[in-house]
Structure formats: C-alpha cells, structure tokens
C-alpha cells in the first residue's frame, strides 16, 4: 500500500474524529457535521485515485444515483419519522459492507476469505436486523416483542452457524467456498431477524445504537477484506462510538445488552425464601404463621369497632356544624400562570403529535411572564437516541435549556410546576417498586416529586413498557390534560393569564 494513501487516510479519519468532536457541541455541531461529509468525501475521491478506477463510468452513475436518492430522503423524510431513517441508513451500511465481502470472498489468502466472509455475515445481521427495526418504528411489523417457539434456541443455532460458516471457510475452498458464503449469508440473515423480532418497542434506542456499531465494524472488516486503510478507520471509529453510545444507553436503563438481544426483562432477582430444613421445622413456622394471622384479625375487628363508634360521632355532629366548602381545584392552565419554575418533560408522544413547535410556545409564554422554563431529557425518551433533543432543536429551543436526567432529577421537588408532554415510561415511579416488570431497576425521572403535575397525554394507557403510571391515579396536584397534545399545549397557552 503506497505511503501516501496511508497518510491521506490518516489524515481523513482524523477529520471525521474532529466532526464528531465538534458535533457534542450545538454551536459547533453543524460545522461539525459538513467536516466529516467533507473528509467522506474525499475519502471517495482518494479511493477512485488510489485504486485506479477515475475512468470507469459506471460508477459516477451510481454515485449520482445514490446522492439524488439522499437528497429526495432529506427533503421528504420528516422528523418524527428519523429514527426509522436511521434504522434504515444503518441497514443500508451493513448491506454495502455485504456486498463487498461478496464480491472479494474470491481473494487469495485465508485473511482474505476469513474477512470477506466475516463482513458478509455482520453486514446481513446489520441489514436484516435493521430493516426489522425500521419496521417496528414506521409501525409496518408489531412494536411488541415477538417470540416464537423455540426462539432462543433457534437464535443461538443461527448465531453458531453462522460463525462455524465463517471459520469453515478459511480452509475451503472452491465449492466448499461457495456453500460457506451461502451458509453465513443465510445463517448471519436468519439470526439478525429472530434477534431483533424479540426486541420491544422500549428497548429500541439501545437497539439502533446497536446496529449503528455493527455498520461500522462490518465496513471496517470490509476494509480489511480489500485492504483499504480508510475504510477500516472509518468503521473502527464508527464502530467504536456506536458500542459507546450502546453502553451508555444500557445503564440509562439498567439494562445488560445481552438480555435487550436474548428478549429477557430487566428485573432485578427477588430475594430467596429460604426453605426449611426438615418437615418437623416447617410444621412449627406454619403453626406461627396460623398464630400471626389470628392476631391480626382480632386486632382488624377492633379497629373495626373503632371506626364505626368514630362514623357515628360523626353522624351525631353532622346536623350541628356547616360543612365548609369544598376548595375549587385550579386549572391547569391557572396554575401554570402563577408558577415561576418550570420543568418540560418531552417524550414520544410529543414526536407523535409534531408539538415541538408548541412547547417552544409555551416556553416563550412562560418566560414572557418571569418564570424559569428548563426541559428535563431523558437518556432513552423516543425512539432513538437524542430524539428529544433533534425534535427540540428543530424549534429552536436554546440547548442550555435541556437538561440531562442527573443533572435535573434533584430540581423536580423544588419546582412549582412540570409539564409532561406525551411521556410515560420515563416518568413511571413504577420503575422503583414494581418487580418483575420491563422496567424494574430503570432510573427515571423524579416527575412524582413535583407538586404540580400537568400531563398532557394522549390518553392513560400504558407506555411501550406495558405498566400502569401510578403518577396518573394521584389525587393532589396532577391535571390530566388528554387528547392530542399540539391541541392540549395551544389551549394551555390560551388559557395562560
């Protein structure tokens, strides 16, 4: 490989770094952005040079092809329909990288054949696995997990095939070449569909993560398989950041990866009841027990007695004193009129609804009248990894604004108001106490703590986790404002004194 390819690639995959540097930083983050598009850019460029196919026709073809298909995608795809983009962009990744461990199985050397097929089989699973999770987003294949019988079993199958394939075809070759290919291509396909049916709709933003990572790791072990530098530094990097994010997504929610990919709940063990020794010692406890309970329900008929003699009293003094009346419970709108510290908590329905535009509204309005407006981001709220925040920005709301969920869960006590637009999971204090359930264990947001809670949902239902929202049922302090939120949020700002 010549010198100056590896220090023209060198230099290359040190711009895209950059990019995404400057990409965690709003200010920065468009810039950040046309820097990497630049560097792949030139990546092409010098991979035309390189490889000596400036002349082949063919292939500015696809490339316009190929660019007049991303610009229609960036024009027509509208935001709340981003994250299945992103699924199928990933997909797309993984097919390329594919196809070109396809097309290079051929090559001479174990390595060779060793990469090639290992970019066929991680590419299908990205490609398969992707186009399944676009799917589930854009609502085409069912949003719950899907089990079939057998289904661990036959994904662990898959899984070894898949891999015996790969390793098998080191050693081969000539027909037992072609049946290795065949083999990975079928087993890696049929695995990456029986993994990411089992995922549910909750555990999509760590799912897409995912299949980020695997695109970039099977671009960078196509690279190997061609030996092409930049494409392998390009990969590892988009490989590396993607299996970064992954984690990250993973302790937002205490989850372990492998239980997101095997469709097991994340639900801490309960504790183990011990188990009596012998039968004379489980004789005794139960004869304990037995004296437990009736204790209990000699003293329950006393405090029966007493609340009855209490219900009486009470009947005796009714005709002598006036009831004093009920206090009017305020508005919602009333409420937020009067608050002066504010918390916005976002979520799916938001995205669902295109009612970014109004919460910006509402901000405004709030703001207008002296109050503090801070809006409190989930790690996993939406369907893909900084959904709120892209939604958010596409109203231009100020990015100092939003706040992660430690630095604001700490703020909700203390706020006069929050303002739930079409989040659940997130916020369900189920999360804490309710064992057993998807979403056991997972930290959320501390909205029950607020004494003022406007909920601007749809409807009560359960969010994708599939548990009831205690918050919803508390008497003190919560307006349920149901219905679409856009139409919810310009009534709230019309009724704001």
Not at 345 to 366: E, F, I, N, S
Request: aromatic share 6%; charged share 15%.
């Amino acid at each position: 490989m010549p010198a100056l390819q590896i220090v023209v690639s060198a230099i290359l995959a040190v711009m895209v770094l950059a990019g995404i540097s400057m990409m965690s930083r709003v200010k920065t983050a468009v810039a950040g952005n046309l820097l990497s598009a630049l560097a792949m850019l030139c990546g092409i460029v010098a991979t035309l040079l390189f490889a000596g196919v400036v002349s082949v026709w063919t292939i500015y073809v696809a490339i316009l092809i190929g660019a007049l298909i991303g610009s229609l995608l960036a024009v027509r795809v509208k935001m709340i329909q981003m994250p299945q983009t992103v699924a199928l962009f990933n997909g797309l990744g993984g097919g390329a990288s594919a196809l070109v461990g396809l097309m290079s199985v051929q090559g001479e050397g174990a390595f060779v054949r060793f990469t090639a097929l290992l970019a066929v089989a991680v590419g299908m699973v990205t490609l398969v696995g992707s186009l399944v999770a676009a799917g589930k987003l854009h609502r085409v294949l069912p949003q719950k997990p899907v089990v079939w019988r057998g289904h661990s079993l036959w994904t662990l199958v898959f899984l070894v095939l898949a891999c015996g394939c790969v390793v098998a075809g080191i050693f081969a070759g000539g027909a037992g070449l072609t049946v290795c290919l065949v083999g990975a291509f079928a087993a890696a396909s049929l695995f990456g569909l029986w993994f990411s049916l089992r995922v549910g709709g909750a555990d999509m933003p760590i799912t897409i993560s995912l299949l980020n990572s695997l695109s970039g790791v099977a671009g960078a072990i196509a690279g190997m398989a061609i030996g092409d530098v930049f494409l392998v530094a390009v990969g590892g990097i988009v490989g590396a950041s993607g299996l970064l994010l992954t984690q990250i997504m993973c302790r937002a929610m205490n989850r372990r990866l492998m239980s997101i990919l095997t469709g097991g709940a994340a639900v801490k063990a309960a504790p183990a009841v011990e188990v009596p020794a012998n039968e004379d010692s489980a004789i005794e406890e139960n004869e304990e027990l037995v004296k437990r309970i009736m204790d209990l329900e000699k003293k329950i008929k006393e405090l029966e007695a007493m609340v009855a003699d209490l219900e009486a009293r009470v009947k005796a003094l009714d005709g002598q004193v006036n009831a004093a009346p009920a206090e009017e419970k305020p508005t919602a709108a009333a409420v937020l009129s009067k608050a002066k510290d504010v918390i916005i908590v976002p979520g799916y329905g938001m995205a669902l609804a295109q009612a970014q535009h109004q919460v910006r509204q509402l901000a405004d309005k709030l703001e207008s009248r002296g109050a503090r407006v801070r809006f409190a981001i989930h790690p996993v709220a939406g369907r893909m990894p900084g959904h709120m925040n892209v939604l958010l920005a596409e109203a231009d709301v100020d990015y100092e604004k939003l706040y992660e969920m430690e630095a604001i869960n700490d703020d909700f006590k203390k706020a006069d108001a929050v303002v739930v637009i079409g989040a659940n999971d997130v916020l369900n204090p189920a999360a804490r106490d309710a064992v057993g359930t998807p979403i056991y264990g997972m930290p959320v947001l501390n909205v029950d703590e607020a004494p003022e809670v406007i909920v601007c949902n749809f409807d009560l239902k359960p969010g994708y986790a599939g548990v009831e929202n205690p918050l919803y049922s508390r008497e003190k302090g919560v307006y349920l404002e149901l219905g679409d939120a856009k139409e919810t949020l310009i009534r709230l700002i019309a009724g704001i004194a």
